[in-house]
């Protein structure tokens, strides 16, 4: 019989395999973390190689193996090394907030890693799949990090993911419809300010997100309508800001969770919808810049609310029903989906007021719709029966669906109906027979349903044949296309060389003609090359009164404006106004100009009235108190004004926001000055100009500063020429609340007294550091006036206190002050004529401010303008001078925003 053999030996080669592999493991392990902190600045860490990494300060430790590594906000720099794929039991890797660059390495062997953060450092590449094998993982946070990447199918291997945050990190693309589908338990989805386009994945609709940030991107934007967050149940903080998005607000009537909803700077259209003002959810609401229609929405008190109701188009500024026409027509565009055509052209209660497609009769009944070729979608709404006067009603050319409306034929006073050339179907309503009907175009009208609306299939022959011409049709027309574009891009690329040769050799005798850089010279002469140096005026005049002067002179070409702007920058943005962003320009000489784009949404209608009128007042007016107009661009596409630049901002910044800018508090003698120069440069377009002009949106956000913090008025959109013995003109309400005379605001009558009130309220706000209308003080407090005349009025104690804390009271600078705060209460008299006109304003003013003396002839210099040259003039003369442009350049200073 056989002696047992012992089991011990039996399983002793599997055991010392299992030693040395495990001795092995360790020392991968010890290895990748001494190359690590051989490849990082470890000094603060106090990281030793020749020491067990276990024993290392923010690493952490199991069974001898590496689980976790916890350098976050260090100060450390330097490179991660490939070597960290071996720590195969890694579960955590913190390295945010550091300085650690180059390139992300390979680390899919790591399949327990469950929390991954590396953002803010300098990260300049990612691998691809770089997420592959990541089976673990449930929070990511790579934000803040130079890369240039896309996301690919590899993280959906990470089905447990919670949290991925990925913003500002260079993303591209569109956003992968995995979000909403591969992740369960996904609760944070950031993925803000990278260059991510398209629209919002409709497999949202299905996701468990309660966190979704997409605010901001750069470059081409997320575009299209945001109708699948209705669905999204889950979601708490909803960030869509600074994108393209369009189309109506959604149903938000399931989103009972919804805490914070962002969409400034969009395009949103339509009405704000019930479901969103009654969510008893809501703490913070930001809808401030789209296209809203409809009435003033009105949210509970508890609601944080950024809505500046003069940007959208509600029909009327203040709470209440809009006029019973306009109601019909927003229900009518709610049928065509609210296209932004509307949004653009339709503004105010008054569908009579030239709103576009709408003509009415002398008694204000819409008698005419022509919304012929404006590309609407939808159907044809019964809501147009409800407009009983309508004699004309225009639908042609458009891609409508469905039947016409029965309530048609309710209109008696109906004459011609013309929907040709659309997908309308269905038969067609029995009308007068004084009624033109035109149906042409309609391949399916007189049907019941379009051909195949019951889904039967073509046969197999029919759809062979149908794919076979389609797809030579696509060839054909992309070779068309592709030789088209080649041969536009041919001819702009020597449309350009070709203007930049012209440059080049506009002034042989001078050596600058030669350089390549495009500098300041280069304007000049492609201002005198476009046109033939003499200013171009119509006839017709815009609803101001005002010609529009089409000076060819001043004409400067897009590509230019795009080369000085940086492709017009995010980081080039001065500021943002209702119809536009307003951009830093440098040329190649160090010259700085402020280059105000018109948005999209404001070209066709407001925006281009406004356009108009600066170029027209800005040519007729020169002085050194008002801002002056150094160019513009005007094509199909762009409408651009380029203004010098004033480099210190507005007064808003300095009165209100010098906290927040890091600047000081302005003192006394120069709020003296700042208003001096305003009252000087309003004088002026009193009564000092060619013709008296009326601002009438004077406020501190208006007035520019420069380096010497002296002040120019800009902003001449909404100017208003007053006629010679008019005492009063008619107009359209504009300016800004709180800065509105009385009689303006009531009766729409305008005079120059209108800008005279408007004046008063800036001087007390230069006097208490107060804004016009203070959102977070109730009754009288609210309004700066009233506020402000209480307290001159009531006593010497309560004037005081009203006083701006960091003007220094001394005996002389308080007399000062309560002079100017008597001038001020003058100027906001209730009574138009109980104000001064501005000359006595300047004569007050001019008295208190002892140190003012006229800008001198080298100051204006500095400014880079010489104001009695028109610029091509100006720039000719710089392209002659025998100054270099270099030495020119230093001498240019300041050329103003408009933010």
Request: glycine fraction near 8%; hydrophobic fraction near 35%.
């Amino acid at each position: 019989m056989h002696a047992k053999f012992p089991l011990f030996l039996l399983l002793l080669p599997f055991n010392l395999l299992l030693l040395i592999l495990c001795h092995q493991t360790l020392a991968d392990d010890a290895s990748a973390m001494h190359e690590l902190a051989s490849s990082i600045s470890s000094a603060s860490l106090k990281w030793s190689t020749s020491s067990d990494p276990c024993t290392w300060s923010h690493v952490q430790c199991f069974g001898g193996r590496v689980t976790a590594i916890q350098i976050g906000n260090m100060g450390v720099s330097g490179f991660l090394p490939a070597s960290l794929n071996s720590l195969t039991e890694l579960t955590r890797l913190e390295v945010m907030g550091n300085r650690i660059n180059g390139s992300l390495p390979d680390i899919s062997a790591l399949s327990k890693l469950q929390y991954l953060f590396l953002h803010n450092n300098s990260f300049t590449s990612i691998p691809q799949n770089f997420f592959t094998g990541f089976n673990s993982l449930v929070y990511v946070s790579i934000g803040n990090n130079p890369l240039y990447w896309s996301l690919g199918e590899d993280l959906k291997s990470a089905s447990n993911l919670v949290n991925f945050a990925a913003s500002d990190c260079g993303l591209q693309g569109q956003i992968p419809d995995f979000f909403g589908t591969s992740f369960p338990s996904l609760e944070l989805l950031e993925l803000s300010f990278n260059n991510l386009t398209g629209g919002i994945p409709q497999s949202f609709g299905d996701s468990t997100m309660k966190f979704l940030l997409l605010n901001s991107q750069k470059g081409g934007k997320l575009t299209g309508r945001i109708d699948v967050i209705t669905n999204m149940t889950s979601i708490q903080q909803l960030w869509l800001h600074s994108n393209l998005f369009s189309g109506p607000l959604p149903d938000f009537s399931e989103l009972v969770n919804l805490v914070d909803l962002d969409l400034r700077d969009n395009q949103v259209t339509g009405p704000v919808p019930d479901s969103l003002t009654k969510l008893t959810s809501l703490k913070s609401v930001v809808l401030t810049n789209n296209l809203l229609q409809g009435p003033v929405p009105v949210f509970s008190p508890n609601v944080k609310l950024d809505l500046d109701v003069t940007l959208e188009r509600f029909c009327r500024t203040d709470e209440g029903d809009c006029d019973a026409k306009v109601n019909i027509l927003l229900s009518i565009a709610k049928s065509f989906g609210y296209p932004k055509i509307f949004a653009e052209n339709w503004r105010g209660n008054n569908a009579c007021s030239r709103w576009l497609g709408i003509t009415c009769d002398y008694a204000g009944n819409i008698v005419v719709i022509n919304f012929s070729r404006f590309g609407l979608n939808g159907m044809i709404s019964p809501d147009f029966g409800s407009l009983t006067s309508l004699q004309k009603l225009l639908l042609s050319n458009n891609s409508l669906t469905g039947t016409i409306p029965t309530t048609l034929t309710n209109l008696k006073n109906l004459r011609e109906l013309d929907v040709s050339y659309n997908s309308l179907h269905g038969k067609i309503p029995s009308f007068d027979e004084n009624v033109i009907v035109i149906t042409t175009g309609n391949p399916d009208i007189g049907k019941d349903r379009p051909e195949n609306a019951d889904g039967t299939k073509k046969s197999s022959s029919s759809i062979a044949l149908i794919v076979s011409f389609s797809l030579g049709a696509i060839l054909i027309l992309l070779a068309l296309v592709f030789y088209y574009c080649k041969k536009i891009k041919v001819t702009e690329s020597s449309g350009v060389d070709n203007w930049l040769n012209r440059m080049r050799h506009s002034n042989n005798d001078s050596p600058k003609a030669k350089k390549d850089n495009i500098s300041l010279s280069s304007v000049s002469s492609n201002a005198v090359l476009l046109g033939d140096n003499t200013n171009k005026c119509s006839t017709k005049s815009n609803t101001d009164g005002l010609s529009f002067c089409e000076p060819t002179n001043l004409v400067i070409p897009f590509e230019i404006l795009r080369h000085v702007t940086e492709n017009f920058s995010e980081e080039n943005i001065l500021g943002r106004g209702g119809f536009g962003t307003v951009y830093k320009g440098e040329l190649h000489d160090g010259t700085k100009m402020a280059v105000k784009r018109m948005k999209c949404g404001a070209i066709g209608s407001d925006g281009f009235i406004e356009f108009k009128s600066e170029i027209s007042v800005l040519t007729r007016v020169r002085h050194r108190n008002l801002v002056s107009l150094l160019g513009y661009c005007l094509n199909e596409k762009e409408k651009i004004l380029v203004y010098e630049y004033m480099p210190q901002g507005t007064l808003t910044e300095h009165l209100f926001e010098w906290k927040k800018e890091g600047l000081e508090p302005l003192t006394w003698k120069q709020r003296l000055c700042i208003g001096l120069d305003v009252a000087r440069g309003v004088e002026y377009l009193h009564r000092l100009a060619q013709q008296s002009f009326i601002h009438r949106d004077l406020k501190p956000s208006n007035i520019l500063l420069g380096d010497d913090m002296r002040a120019k008025v800009s902003d001449f959109g909404l100017v208003k020429r007053a006629p010679d013995g008019q005492y009063s003109v008619e107009t359209r309400l504009a300016g800004t609340f709180g800065y509105l005379a009385p009689e303006y605001a009531a009766t729409g009558r305008v005079t120059t007294k209108a800008d005279v009130y408007s004046f008063g309220v800036i001087l007390m706000e230069l006097i208490t550091g107060r804004r016009a209308l203070e959102s977070n003080q109730s009754g009288e407090s609210f309004h700066l006036v009233t506020w402000f005349r209480r307290k001159y009025y009531t006593s010497n104690v309560e004037f005081k206190s009203a006083i701006d804390p960091y003007i220094d009271q001394e005996e002389e600078t308080l007399s000062s002050v309560s002079t100017v705060a008597e001038l001020a209460c003058y100027c906001c008299a209730r009574e138009a004529h109980q104000r001064p006109d501005m000359g006595h304003v300047v004569n007050v003013i001019s008295s208190q401010a002892e140190a003012w003396k006229p800008v001198d002839e080298d100051l204006e210099e500095s400014y880079g303008v010489e104001f009695n040259l028109t610029l091509p003039e100006a720039l000719r003369q710089w392209q002659e001078s025998d100054i270099s442009l270099t030495s020119d350049a230093s001498q240019l200073s300041g050329i103003s925003s408009g933010r």
